[in-house]
Structures are given as C-alpha cells and as structure tokens.
C-alpha cells in the first residue's frame, strides 16, 4: 500500500508529540518532514518561547527531517500567510499531499487550516481530533513521554506554574476552568523525552519573564481586555 507522504506542523509540545507518535503507527501516512514556525527576532519557537537550538536537538532526536518558518515578532496575517504559502508549494513541488496537526478541539482553527490547503490540494489530518483531553494527558504520560511547561497566561496562573514538568498530580489540582491540555492557549509545553525520541533532551531551567501583548481584534474578542500577560519560562541547553 503506498503511504501518504506527509509533513507535521510541529510545535515542540505535547499535544504535537503525541500526534506524532499516533501517526508513525498509521500504515496510511508517511511523515517525512517536520515543519515548525520560528520568531526570527528572538531565535524562539513562536508562541512557545522555546530557543532554537532546543527545538533542533529536539527534532534530531526524533530522527525526521525538519524546516523553519522564520516569522517577524509580530507577523501580520498577510505576512504569516505569505510564508506559510512559500512552504506550502515546496513542499507540494516535493511531492507531499498531507499536512498534520496536533489540534484537538479548536473547531475555528481547523476550519482555516482546511480552507487554505484545500486551496492547493492538500488534505490535513489531525490524530487527536475530539478526543478528551484529560484522557489524552493521561495516555501521554503512561507512554512515558515527558514535558514541562514553558509559557501559560496569567490570567490562569503566576510565575510558579511555568517551569513544571507535568505529571499525574498536576491533571488533579488544574483549575477547573483550565483546559488539561491547555488546548485554549492556557499554558504551552516542551516534550523532552518519549517513545518517539532517541535520546532526551538534556537543558537547564532559566529565568522567567512576564511579558504583555496585544490582544488579537476579533468579532468575538470586543469585550476582552487591550492585552494580556504571559510567564515565560527560559530552558538553557546543556
């Protein structure tokens, strides 16, 4: 049976591990390539904060080519989208005709993300679509993967959260309007040992930082406060 050949939008953290790791076992797919958005300003995985070279000891540890999307700090939709085309139709002229994600709920993500490979005849796939995720967190750690928390909002959480590696007790004692995936963008992680890894990824923990940002206009964002804080938590590689 010829498998599809496939790329995988990773993002460093569990969810993205996890996807991975279900995929590899999927006689249908072909992951050959991970694809990963980097701020170019700070040499940090977008979003997560994570630095560049923990990301690349990352990827080589899972053993699958990978690719950066370099971005500008604050990318505008038109620049974002741009990018992302450019990598798109490269990997299109190489042959791939699938595009995973490691999403699980966010019903107005995937609508976009479908709408737009649909565009250049590419079929996205989302292993963990609709799962529960408490149960997903669960079957993470008891296949042994391993993961500590590298930026969350603090409008959920103070500067003690981030720099926790995640573990039984920390499902239990989430607030309960907290996703235990963080999958509303509470929290992000960093997966640093697993079955889907040759080695683990040796670092130390830094600083933490609080920063603020913009919040995103959108429709239904016209109640929410002009910006919102995040803790970041700094891993040094060894």
């Known amino acids: ?4 050949k496939t790329y995988f939008n990773w993002s460093s953290g569990k969810d993205s591990a996890l996807a991975l790791y279900h995929l590899l076992k ?20 977008s979003m997560h904060g994570l630095r560049k070279e923990l990301l690349l000891a990352q990827t080589n540890a899972i053993d699958i080519p990978a690719s950066l999307i370099e971005l500008p700090e604050m990318p505008s939709m ?20 699938h595009s995973a994600f490691g999403d699980i709920f966010l019903e107005d993500l995937r609508d976009y993300r479908d709408k737009q490979l649909a565009e250049v005849n590419v079929t ?7 799962r529960n995720t408490k149960e997903l967190l669960n079957e993470f750690l008891d296949l042994g993967f391993k993961t500590i928390i590298v930026c969350a909002n603090s409008k959920y959480f103070n ?14 004692n989430l607030p309960k309007n907290v996703d235990p995936c963080g999958e509303h963008g509470e929290f992000h992680t960093f997966c640093f040992d697993g079955p889907i ?39 040094l590689p060894k």
């Open 159 to 172: 500067d003690h959260f981030v720099g926790t590696i995640i573990d039984k007790d920390f499902i239990n």
């Open 124 to 130: 996205s796939v989302y292993p963990l679509w609709k």
């Open 26 to 45: 999927d006689e249908h797919f072909s992951v050959d390539e991970l694809i990963t958005t980097v701020n170019s300003h700070y040499n940090r995985v």
């Open 78 to 97: 038109e620049v974002y989208e741009q990018k992302m085309n450019e990598t798109v139709s490269r990997l299109k002229n190489d042959g791939f005709t």
């Open 1 to 4: 049976m010829k498998k599809n």
């Open 197 to 235: 890894f040759k080695n683990p990824i040796d670092f130390t923990i830094g600083e933490k930082v609080y920063r603020e940002y913009d919040t995103p206009k959108t429709d239904d964002s016209v109640c929410a406060p002009d910006r919102y804080g995040v803790w970041y938590c700094d891993l």
